[in-house]
RNA sequence: GCGUUUGUAGCUCAACGGAUAGAGCAUCUGACUACGGAUCAGAAGGUUGGGGGUUCGAGUCCCUCCAAGCGCACCA
């Protein structure tokens, strides 16, 4: 009997009441939530269902418990309900219907914690993004992180991701970019707007040594012109050799240059103005952006005819449309936040509906600290750490999961002294032990002759491992939260408790007789829960792209 | 000034509007010649930034004040 169950045995049991006339017509709650209570004396699971659904129905919330309760102590699995304080429902399973989750999770294997809340949705998943004017830092790694995440939490729940990658090869930035780059080749100094580092000078070098042409004698607007193409194509490389490294691949490189390329910019505008959402003044055209909830309209194109960078960025949303995604979602930091209202108020102009067909979510920074002071990122202190900086020191895993066991919604502190230290305290490290472990006991236990040939889920029944087969029993409404509200964080933190009662079980319930005593029933049933609980663990893991090493 | 995110244990962070606010790290005390001690048990640590409000119930929702981050271009 597993919450899910509970759940909708209490929905169609309120269904039931109510076409038989024991309960009041009324608008029953379309979600019945079935939680497991802090305190161990409430019983396996609990309902506040009363209290959520009782004044619609013009009861009181013991009254609505009172009906309810008879009708589910009817059930098969269920030893004893009791209502309690203002009006809980507090639910005992009988002996062995908890312990049934073991052979749940081993039968399902790597499908356990897949559901289908998302089916049939077509999403498209935009994250990092990072300008091609340098390497990924680490903020850009957070988005990786998380995005990447994010799209095996959402695929898990049956929808279709395309993981999209926008890359800003046009305009400013990147000449720039292009003009550091020559300058660097040149020897000078870099641009007083431009970059610097030794990743200019590097991909500078690289340009030359690529390029047959003496890049050097040809006019200085030419030789610009080489050095963007070519540098924009390398740290292209580089950027994305990088992400592979991390473990994170996308779908679509889509490059913001072939929407002007392609007319599409010209075909956004124009299908705005058909719309009659643009304007002229002073020489630029307008999108009238006030209209859908913006403090100001925006500059699509500039008085001077350059195209302002919305217009990109219309043209690209149309474009995602286009390719039949339902929602488009974008991951931008906090230092994007400004351009929800604008994005949004684009999506209305077009038609669509804002944070349906349009989703955005803003994830806050990350701060550089050393012992707890605030350092700023700079490239002449050294203080610049790159994705590649942070795998090189903690790994992939430990880097991965640091960044996504957070809310996006929080700043993030990364101590770069913490970091130096390459210390183990990356609860990481907690939840991969639990799952080597798991393989250990099994291991153990095929040698001692412990094996799943019989199973009786009533002997289950130590405290630590009620906690422990109730905890696994939550991991498919986790990941449909986690997949619901966009927050991958919610897995992780859910592993961190998993392992933790795994481990806790593990002090107090062995699997493998003492020794010369032998093998019972107990200890493979016993088997059956480790296992079921390795399986847990790995399918977790896979969601946050954390590797589930089988010995550490 | 306006907008936005945040403020929870010494530190980093959790907690679909639910019962006694939780983990990890750090600190202190323990763990049997028993499946790996990267573990476990226990202690200590909190007026959830302050103040109002909404309701059966608020860390969570609303208002306000304080503090911090980030934005407020015909830049990208």
């Not at 002073?282 to 005819?305: H, P, Q």
């Not at 062995?510 to 790995?538: C, F, K, Q, Y």
Request: glycine fraction near 8%; proline fraction near 3%.
């Amino acid at each position: 009997m597993t919450p899910a169950e509970l759940a909708a045995l209490i929905a169609s049991s309120l269904r039931a009441l109510q076409s038989a006339g024991a309960l009041p017509a009324g608008e029953l709650p379309s979600d019945v939530v079935v939680e497991r209570p802090k305190n161990r004396e409430h019983g396996d699971w609990a309902t506040n269902v009363a209290m959520q659904a009782s004044s619609q129905l013009g009861l009181k919330p013991r009254e609505f418990a009172e009906l309810l309760a008879p009708e589910l102590q009817k059930a098969d699995g269920i030893a004893k309900v009791e209502i309690a304080g203002p009006g809980f429902i507090n639910i005992t399973l009988s002996a062995g219907a908890a312990g049934e989750i073991a052979r749940i999770i081993l039968d399902a294997g790597e499908s356990f914690g897949l559901g289908d809340s998302l089916k049939g949705q077509n999403l498209n998943l935009e994250f990092v993004s990072a300008n091609p004017t340098g390497p990924i830092h680490i903020g850009g790694t957070r988005w990786a992180a998380v995005g990447d995440s994010l799209a095996r939490v959402l695929q898990s729940q049956g929808a279709k991701v395309t993981r999209e990658y926008y890359f800003n090869d046009h305009g400013a930035q990147i000449d720039r970019f292009a003009r550091s780059l020559l300058a660097a080749a040149r020897g000078q100094e870099a641009p007083e707007d431009g970059y610097s580092g030794a990743y200019i000078d590097q991909i500078a070098k690289q340009v030359l040594a690529e390029t047959a042409q003496d890049v050097l004698s040809l006019a200085e607007e030419q030789a610009q012109e080489v050095f963007r193409a070519s540098g924009v194509e390398l740290m292209f490389a580089e950027i994305r050799q990088s992400l592979h490294d991390f473990g994170v691949d996308f779908d679509v490189f889509f490059h913001e240059n072939s929407l002007y390329e392609s007319g599409a910019v010209e075909k956004a505008i124009a299908r705005l103005r058909d719309l009659g959402h643009m304007y002229e003044l002073d020489g630029a055209l307008w999108l009238r952006t006030t209209e859908f909830g913006d403090d100001r309209d925006r500059v699509v194109l500039k008085s001077d005819g350059e195209a302002a960078y919305i217009a990109g960025d219309l043209a690209y949303y149309l474009d995602k449309r286009g390719r039949g995604f339902d929602r488009c979602i974008y991951m931008l930091g906090a230092d994007h936040h400004g351009y929800v209202q604008r994005m949004m108020a684009m999506c209305a102009a077009f038609g669509d509906e804002p944070n349906v067909n349009l989703e955005i979510m803003i994830g806050q920074l990350v701060n550089l600290v050393r012992d707890g002071q605030p350092v700023r990122m700079s490239k002449r202190a050294g203080t610049v750490v790159t994705m590649e900086d942070l795998v090189e020191i903690v790994g992939v895993d430990a880097a991965r999961y640091a960044l996504v066991r957070s809310s996006i919604n929080s700043m993030l502190d990364i101590d770069l002294a913490l970091l130096e230290k390459r210390t183990n305290d990356n609860p990481v490290f907690y939840v991969q032990y639990a799952h080597a472990r798991t393989k250990q006991v099994a291991n153990n236990a095929a040698s001692l002759g412990v094996d799943r040939s019989e199973f009786d889920p009533a002997l289950l029944s130590h405290p630590s491992e009620e906690e422990l087969l109730a905890k696994l029993t939550e991991l498919p409404r986790v990941v449909a939260q986690a997949a619901e509200f966009r927050e991958p964080h919610r897995v992780a933190r859910y592993l961190e408790e998993v392992a933790g009662a795994y481990h806790r079980w593990y002090d107090q319930c062995r699997v493998t007789p003492m020794s010369g005593a032998a093998a019972e029933t107990i200890h493979r049933s016993r088997l059956w829960l480790n296992d079921a609980a390795g399986v847990v663990l790995r399918n977790g893991l896979s969601l946050l792209g954390v590797s589930a090493p089988e010995r550490m």
